[in-house]
């Protein structure tokens, strides 16, 4: 998860904090966690899934709120993004 995050445009440091974030959630899994992960140039989208649910996904979604995570039909969608750069005027 570090790596696709990293090579999709995340930081090292976000990077990280998503894998823990991650590892955690996958912790609460009783059963069987789905991780659909879509990388892109400059993006990653994540969709997180597990069977038996038993309130997984809404635990999960508050577990990964700091990273914008959604709660769907079918678990949980995490959407990362690079951050734009802006040029700055010379000083």
């Known amino acids: ?51 038996p649910d038993a309130g997984w996904a809404d635990r999960a979604a508050s577990l990964l709120e700091t990273h914008g995570a959604v709660r769907t039909a079918g678990g949980v969608r995490i959407q990362v993004r690079r951050t734009a750069l802006s040029r700055v005027p010379d000083v």
């Open 1 to 51: 998860m570090l790596a696709l995050a990293i090579a999709c445009g995340t930081g090292p440091l976000a990077g990280e904090r998503l894998r823990r974030s991650i590892e955690s959630v996958a912790a609460e899994t009783a059963g069987t966690l789905t991780i659909d992960a879509v990388a892109e140039r400059g993006s990653l989208d994540l969709s997180l899934s597990a069977s």
